[in-house]
């Protein structure tokens, strides 16, 4: 084989596989619990909310992951995208559903391209109302987001939700048959 074809063979398998990389869609995490993609949160923010998502974990082992992206369509070739199934796959492809997590993870994603988010808890969650979870959206994230305040949207919505999650700690999951839908908010679109 001539070194021109070895060339030529070498750079149709890099673009293959960072087209591959790129229909995949879905980013390694950042960090433990912020990953703010679009880079919309200062530095004083991303700590405030990681040290919340540390003390959550450590008072009731509860994972917390917030995610922060531009648009939905830089991370997926699919023009028109659903927000509940784009954000399922995201924690799917994280591995944020194993058993363990399943029961005890919130959820808080962000698209500020979009004007939309939402929140998911765990299935241990089955003491909180979805209504709960949509006026933490709609006192917390919805007035900063009209503003594009994301620091104090998603600030504000990260306290509200450990505030619930400490007065609605996650239940123990025991069986497949125990297991309920998963408390989620609806995605509120923000004008």
Do not use: C
């Amino acid at each position: 084989m001539t070194s021109m074809r070895r060339v030529l063979l070498i750079v149709s398998l890099l673009l293959a596989l960072s087209t591959t990389a790129i229909a995949a869609g879905t980013p390694e995490p950042l960090g433990d619990v912020v990953n703010d993609y679009a880079g919309v949160l200062d530095e004083p923010t991303e700590n405030t909310i990681a040290t919340v998502g540390e003390g959550l974990y450590a008072d009731q082992q509860v994972s917390l992951i917030v995610v922060v992206i531009s648009k939905m369509d830089s991370y997926d070739e699919l023009e028109q995208i659903d927000f509940v199934p784009f954000t399922t796959e995201w924690v799917s492809h994280w591995e944020l559903e194993s058993e363990a997590h399943n029961d005890r993870a919130a959820f808080l994603f962000v698209s500020t391209g979009d004007r939309t988010a939402r929140v998911a808890l765990g299935q241990g969650y089955t003491n909180v109302k979805e209504l709960d979870i949509q006026m933490i959206m709609v006192d917390h994230l919805v007035p900063h987001l009209k503003q594009d305040r994301w620091n104090d949207g998603v600030l504000e919505t990260v306290v509200a939700l450990a505030e619930l999650i400490r007065l609605h700690p996650p239940v123990e999951v025991k069986s497949d048959a125990a297991k309920t839908d998963k408390a989620e908010s609806p995605q509120p679109a923000v004008p």
